[in-house]
């Protein structure tokens, strides 16, 4: 059975700085394109940053560029986000998620065809 299982949410003032870590077990997902969505209450769920299989190429949304990182360790098969100058505008549901796909994420997560989706870790910055 596969999952994606994230870690790493939590409460934390404007400002300050939370890790999401996301593991997958199942399968190796080496050769996946692996990335982070999120969904505050009543908005869509929107792709926040993705990463290639080799960690080379990398997204970010505008809103995150300097702030957010992204990063994978294929030993591992886990997949983290470095989130830095926290602002409570990033308070969401934040959700891993594995495709094959390099490209098309925002459509494929639309369509539900992304493959492989977290259970979601909640983030919650206060001012």
């Known amino acids: 059975q596969v999952q994606l299982v994230e870690s790493g949410g939590g409460l934390v003032q404007a400002g300050g700085s939370l890790r999401l870590s996301c593991t997958a077990s199942?399968?190796?997902?080496?050769?996946?394109?692996m990335g982070w969505f999120r969904q505050a209450p009543g908005e869509e769920r929107e792709l926040v940053a993705r990463?290639?299989?080799?960690?080379?190429?990398?997204f970010y949304v505008d809103s995150v560029k300097g702030r957010f990182t992204i990063s994978r360790d294929n030993a591992k098969n886990t997949v983290y986000l470095q989130m830095n100058s926290l602002k409570p505008n990033d308070t969401a549901v934040y959700y891993c998620?594995?495709?094959?796909?390099?490209?098309?994420?925002?459509?494929?997560?639309?369509?539900?065809?992304?493959?492989?989706w977290g259970q979601g870790t909640q983030v919650t910055v206060s001012s």
């Open positions: 998620a594995a495709d094959p796909k390099a490209t098309g994420w925002a459509a494929l997560s639309r369509r539900g065809e992304l493959h492989y």
């Open positions: 199942g399968r190796t997902f080496s050769t996946y394109t």
């Open positions: 990463i290639s299989w080799n960690g080379r190429d990398t």
